[in-house]
């Protein structure tokens, strides 16, 4: 037998070995559960409120903390509170009693993170709020811990079972802190009214970023949008859609409204029906094009290409022609 083949784990380990996964995904769930029961108590719904309530109207940003894997957890919740409209920033335990206390003005509140409520490296970052007048917020299992009495605003979390087998390793605590916080600021960017077009502000980059390019940012205009009139001939639409390159040109009327479109795809049956190319290309368009407007998604564009099976869209403005996307535009795009 291979040496490698001497390492595969007997089919009876690996059904254990599955069993524990699927028994710690059981309690990190019934964890989130409890959590959610928590909602649905007046006190701790009214407590989340008032949370709510100062976080919407701090002048300055929300300073996240906490130490160890509630640390952890405090860096994530600062980014998903930033990327959604909640000025946030992370403050390590361990650098503010060094000169990262400076960072905390009187406009900001302090969000502290701690299962226990009795981390000694939170310390300095209390007593700072207390000097100061920081309002202090709060997220803990403790009601009796220091964290918890020092708040201003305390969340209470449940006390949940660890995945750990010895209850050593913060798992289920670590998961439900994470989903507040998740919950947390989406409920703050709903009260917002924070938009896709905001979002996309914040994410110009990647696919996210792409997904929410809007047409208008893809789009040929002007001069590189091909057009002609209704009663131009095919010869002169042939020579506008080689002109532009993009596989069709628009039909618009006197006013410069989107009537018709004429593609590769309606040449190649005009030619194989021997039509003669002095014709009227208004013979031979789709007549009423699908067209979108500039504000209209790219995604949404390239859905409408896939559902369609065309490759060219035309855009309007209250029926004018202003401009035309490709697929080949989008998909470079990373639109997808």
């Known amino acids: 037998m291979s040496t490698s083949a001497s390492k595969i784990v007997p089919f009876g380990s690996g059904g254990r070995i599955v069993e524990t996964a699927c028994r710690s995904l059981s309690i990190a769930a019934t964890g989130l559960n409890e959590l959610e029961a928590r909602f649905g108590q007046r006190e701790f719904a009214a407590t989340f409120l008032r949370l709510v309530g100062v976080l919407m109207q701090v002048r300055g940003r929300v300073i996240v903390t906490g130490i160890g894997k509630s640390g952890i957890v405090a860096r994530k919740m600062t980014a998903t509170l930033t990327s959604t409209g909640t000025p946030a920033i992370f403050l390590h335990p361990a650098d503010a009693g060094h000169g990262d206390l400076g960072m905390v003005t009187p406009d900001d509140v302090v969000l502290m993170l701690s299962h226990s409520g009795e981390s000694t490296e939170l310390g300095p970052i209390i007593q700072y709020c207390k000097r100061f007048a920081i309002p202090l917020l709060a997220m803990t299992a403790q009601a009796q811990s220091t964290v918890a009495?020092?708040?201003?605003?305390?969340?209470?979390?449940?006390?949940?079972?660890?995945?750990?087998?010895?209850?050593?390793?913060?798992?289920?605590?670590?998961?439900?802190?994470?989903?507040?916080?998740?919950?947390?600021?989406?409920?703050?960017?709903?009260?917002?009214?924070?938009?896709?077009?905001?979002?996309?502000?914040?994410?110009?980059?990647?696919?996210?970023?792409?997904?929410?390019?809007?047409?208008?940012?893809?789009?040929?205009?002007?001069?590189?949008?091909?057009?002609?009139?209704?009663?131009?001939?095919?010869?002169?639409?042939?020579?506008?859609?080689?002109?532009?390159?993009?596989?069709?040109?628009?039909?618009?009327?006197?006013?410069?409204?989107?009537?018709?479109?004429?593609?590769?795809?309606?040449?190649?049956?005009?030619?194989?029906?021997?039509?003669?190319?002095?014709?009227?290309?208004?013979?031979?368009?789709?007549?009423?094009?699908?067209?979108?407007?500039?504000?209209?998604?790219?995604?949404?564009?390239?859905?409408?290409?896939?559902?369609?099976?065309?490759?060219?869209?035309?855009?309007?403005?209250?029926?004018?022609?202003?401009?035309?996307?490709?697929?080949?535009d989008l998909l470079h795009a990373g639109v997808a």
Do not use: W, Y
């Open 149 to 328: 009495q020092a708040a201003d605003i305390c969340i209470l979390m449940p006390e949940v079972q660890e995945a750990c087998p010895n209850a050593l390793a913060p798992t289920t605590s670590t998961t439900v802190q994470m989903a507040f916080g998740d919950a947390l600021a989406i409920s703050l960017m709903e009260m917002r009214g924070f938009s896709a077009d905001d979002f996309h502000k914040f994410h110009p980059n990647g696919r996210l970023g792409a997904q929410l390019l809007k047409v208008r940012e893809l789009m040929s205009k002007g001069g590189d949008v091909p057009q002609v009139r209704q009663d131009a001939s095919l010869l002169d639409a042939t020579i506008e859609m080689t002109r532009a390159r993009l596989g069709g040109t628009a039909i618009t009327d006197n006013e410069g409204r989107l009537i018709g479109a004429f593609t590769d795809g309606d040449l190649r049956r005009a030619v194989t029906a021997k039509q003669n190319l002095t014709e009227p290309v208004g013979r031979f368009m789709t007549v009423t094009p699908h067209a979108i407007t500039p504000d209209d998604l790219a995604h949404e564009a390239l859905h409408v290409m896939h559902e369609r099976n065309i490759m060219l869209l035309f855009v309007c403005e209250k029926g004018r022609l202003v401009g035309a996307v490709h697929m080949h």
